[in-house]
Nanobody
């Protein structure tokens, strides 16, 4: 099992910045991708940003130009730099890891979630 530990959430004013981080409990040998998702009450969890082991990134349209996803050299720690934050960014943010198992199957791991609140 891979455990993901998140940090960096909190309260910030509109226009401010936060950086979230997520570290895997062990080195993931066959990582495919890592990413960030977010969820608010009554809504389905939605993709924010993902990054593959090859460095390809994907962002939700609502955060393009404001958020940046990155990893460390080992690819087992993922960061989300959030700039120009808006009240609508308020949500619980979850870290995700996608591990390839036995060459074909995918295993998905989730962090515990960290609250981001954007309010004046």
């Amino acid at each position: 099992q891979v455990q993901l530990v998140e940090s960096g959430g909190g309260l910030v004013q509109p226009g401010g910045s936060l950086r979230l981080s997520c570290a895997a409990s062990r080195s993931i040998f066959s990582i495919y991708a890592m990413g960030w998702y977010r969820q608010t009450p009554g809504k389905q969890r939605e993709l924010v940003a993902t990054i593959t082991s090859g460095g390809y990134t994907n962002y939700a349209d609502s955060v393009k130009g404001r958020f940046t996803i990155s990893t460390d050299n080992a690819g087992n720690t993922v960061y989300l730099q959030m700039n120009s934050l808006k009240p609508e960014d308020t949500a619980v943010y979850y870290c995700n890891a996608d591990e390839v198992w036995h060459g074909t199957s995918h295993l998905y791991y989730w962090g515990q979630g960290t609250q981001v609140t954007v309010s004046s």
